[in-house]
C-alpha cells in the first residue's frame, strides 16, 4: 500500500508564502517523477510544477518566477515553495508521483494525494 500525504496549505493575504510538503510511503521501491496539480472551484485540475528524480523541473507558465519545487529523495518527500500569492492561486493542491512497489519493480503506477487547500485572500 502507498499513500502520498500532504502538507502545509492554509490561508494567507496576497503577496504572502506557504510552503507544502508531501510525503511518499509504504512499499515503494522506487520514485520517477514527482509533482503538485491543482484544482480551483469548477475548473480542471491543472499541472503546477513537476519533478524528476534527477531534479529537472517543469512549471506552469503561471508559477513561474513565484513557486519552485523540489524534492528530497531520501525522505521520499516532495515539495512546494510558493511565494508571491495571488488570490488566483486559490485552489485544492494535490501531489502526484510516477512509482514502482516491491511487489511489482517493473510497472511504473501513478498515485495522487488527498490535497491540501491553499486560499489567498486579497
Known amino acids: 500500500q502507498v499513500q502520498l500525504v500532504e502538507s502545509g496549505g492554509g490561508l494567507v493575504q496576497a503577496g504572502g508564502s506557504l510552503r507544502l510538503s508531501c510525503a511518499a510511503s509504504g512499499s515503494i521501491f522506487s520514485i520517477n517523477a514527482m509533482g503538485w496539480y491543482r484544482q480551483a472551484p469548477g475548473k480542471q485540475r491543472e499541472l503546477v510544477a513537476t519533478i524528476t528524480s534527477v531534479g529537472s523541473t517543469n512549471y506552469a507558465d503561471s508559477v513561474k518566477g513565484r513557486f519552485t519545487i523540489s524534492r528530497d529523495n531520501s525522505k521520499n518527500t516532495v515539495y512546494l515553495e510558493m511565494n508571491s500569492l495571488k488570490p488566483e492561486d486559490t485552489a485544492v493542491y494535490y501531489c502526484?508521483?510516477?512509482?514502482?512497489?516491491?511487489?511489482?519493480?517493473?510497472?511504473?503506477?501513478?498515485?495522487w494525494g488527498q490535497g491540501t487547500q491553499v486560499t489567498v485572500s486579497s
Open positions: 502526484n508521483a510516477d512509482l514502482k512497489t516491491r511487489a511489482n519493480r517493473w510497472a511504473l503506477n501513478n498515485y
